[in-house]
């Protein structure tokens, strides 16, 4: 397996990753929230897989929606807890 040290996405990449537009990716950072991207060259800007990575660790997890609660016997307020 490569080591994610060495693999580098372009900002379409990272986007399809995210499931959001290219623009997010640049505004989040702008913002200042989110791994720096490393200038191999003119024109050339990834970001390092491994630091993907370790972001996403830090990030809460979401819980859908529009989740059907029956089937699971919980409630929204129940499964919140």
Known sequence: MQNPDNIFLSVD???????????????WKRNGDFPKAVKLGPG?????????????KT????????????????TPSLADQ
Not at 13 to 27: G, K, L, M, N, P
């Open 13 to 27: 990449q990272v986007a399809e990753r995210f499931s959001v537009s290219t623009d997010s990716i640049y505004r």
């Open 44 to 56: 050339t800007t990834r970001w390092r897989l491994s630091d993907l990575e370790d972001w996403e």
């Open 59 to 74: 990030r809460r997890a979401c819980l859908a929606t529009h989740l059907d609660w029956a089937p699971t016997g919980l």
